[in-house]
């Protein structure tokens, strides 16, 4: 049983662990398109410290961890941090989420490591609106990439979709269909405020995926679908003898703050208790010095200060980019 339990009687057992802010891509809704200021590089954790700091992470309950970036992949030798990992940690799972552009060349190193599966982040099917979204392209390298970790039996394998309206809402069935005869989970994803995104930078507008569900579900008979795979925040569905599922992360529409059980690590050594809330503690310096008794307190200080959701329905934003929050 975790040790992190907040002051809402929910148990942190899930950590998700930054290695990097830079990415290769620059998706409208993350980050700028020109003038992105990274963290100097001596300021990133070395795997060393990143995997020390699990550690004390596991003592406390954590059972679970997903590799996060910007863009991880873009961290050199990744596949060896993920083997510390497992290694060296009692984990139940390791995953690791990518934009995929670099996965094809990584797939099979990172399974030899120990990594279970990995999510891709794939906003549209089009070769021009995936170029659109992401301001660079690649479309061609992520699906091979994709298919490389599913080669390396990197599964279940999990595409992430970000559905914003007048852009790509029309790719939904495509979806559907890609489910059916896939066995991957296909997961749709609604707009959240969180940098960029938050303002305004992004094609397209947000869409209620709690009502495309309901839409999906008449037109396709989806029925609920059980799945255990995974401590993230997607309600699964799955239409009549599909290979795969589809999942609704619907955090507008339809929230689930009182079953989170997550905690981020950002690459410079910030525990975010919520991805809602700017709100963080740093425990870089103690991370280096080595010092447990003061990891374990900042662990504990954060899940303690852990609000209980987010405000954004009610107008409220979330300042730091999603690669400098990790995933």
């Known amino acids: 049983m975790s040790e992190l339990v907040d002051t809402f009687g929910r148990a942190h057992d899930s950590l998700r662990v930054s290695v990097t802010d830079r990415c290769n891509l620059r998706c409208s809704y993350c980050m700028p398109e020109e003038g992105v200021e990274f963290e100097p590089r001596d300021h990133v954790l070395s795997f060393e410290d990143l995997s020390w700091t699990v550690d004390i992470a596991t003592d406390l309950g954590i059972d679970a961890v997903r590799v996060t970036g910007g863009e991880p992949l873009l961290r050199a030798n990744l596949p060896t941090f993920v083997e510390m990992l497992d290694q060296r940690h009692a984990l139940d799972d390791i995953a690791l989420t990518t934009n995929g552009l670099l996965l094809e060349r990584h797939a099979d ?134 290979a795969g599922t589809l999942g ?49 307190t900042g662990f504990q200080f954060a899940v303690e200060r852990k609000v209980a959701g987010h405000e954004w329905r009610d107008g409220a934003t979330t300042e730091t980019g999603m690669s400098t929050l990790g995933g």
């Open 109 to 242: 190193a990172l399974a030899e490591a120990g990594l279970d599966r990995v999510n891709v982040s794939i906003d549209s099917m089009d070769t021009e609106r995936f170029a659109e979204i992401t301001r660079i392209g690649g479309l061609e390298s992520v699906v091979r990439g994709t298919v490389a970790a599913a080669r390396a039996g990197l599964e279940p394998l999990k595409i992430n979709t970000l559905i914003v309206d007048g852009f790509n809402t029309d790719e939904l069935d495509r979806w559907v269909e890609i489910t059916r005869e896939f066995e991957v989970t296909v997961r749709f994803m609604e707009v959240m405020p969180i940098g960029e995104a938050a303002r305004g930078g992004h094609v397209g507008d947000f869409v209620d995926l709690t009502d495309v569900r309901e839409r999906l579900a008449d037109r396709h008979d989806l029925e609920p679908a059980d799945t255990s795979v995974g401590n993230g925040p997607a309600r699964y569905w799955k239409a009549p003898d599909a």
């Open 248 to 296: 609704f992360i619907t955090p507008m529409s339809h929230p689930y703050c009182d079953t989170c059980s997550r905690l981020r690590l950002t690459s410079t050594g910030d525990i975010r208790p919520c991805l809602a809330d700017d709100a963080q503690v740093d425990i870089a310096s103690a991370i280096q010095r080595r010092d447990t008794e003061a990891v374990e």
